[in-house]
């Protein structure tokens, strides 16, 4: 295993391998990402990370980009070159944005699906939606 010096790091690109990004070819969308980051030499600046479900099946494949908050779906391998060359400059790559994150939460964009809330599954919402520091924009009370 291996430890990264993260401190070149300026994005992380979060890639969905939970079961149904998988059936739809989430794995080769992870390889053509690492591949398309390594021949621009760009390891070092833009770091992944194979993840297990994220909870937007209807999206699938997801990528998420952090730090800006921006969720993309239906990422194949064909648009890795591109969706890395627009993380590179600080762009979207727009027509697969599905939601970005506003500074107050998130929007959705390109007829996303909307699912359902977490709270609507049998779950109650957190107390800190309730405090006044969510009411200003934060998220820990």
Not at 96 to 114: E, Q, T
Request: charged content about 30%; hydrophobic content about 30%.
């Amino acid at each position: 295993m291996a430890t990264w010096d993260l401190e070149r790091t300026r994005a992380h690109i979060l890639i969905c391998n939970g079961s149904s990004c998988l059936r739809q070819q989430g794995e080769e969308v992870t390889l053509a990402i690492r591949k398309a980051l390594k021949e621009k030499s760009l390891d070092d600046v833009i770091h992944t990370t194979r993840t297990r479900c994220n909870g937007r099946c209807k999206d699938a494949p997801t990528v998420i980009v952090y730090p800006e908050g921006t969720w993309y779906q239906q990422v194949f391998p064909e648009d890795a070159e591109v969706l890395v060359s627009a993380i590179c400059k600080g762009e979207q790559l727009r027509e697969k944005v599905s939601h970005a994150f506003s500074g107050s939460g998130f929007h959705r964009y390109n007829d996303a699906p909307i699912g359902i809330r977490k709270s609507e599954n049998g779950k109650k919402p957190p107390d800190c939606l309730k405090s006044q520091h969510y009411k200003r924009g934060g998220i820990v009370p």
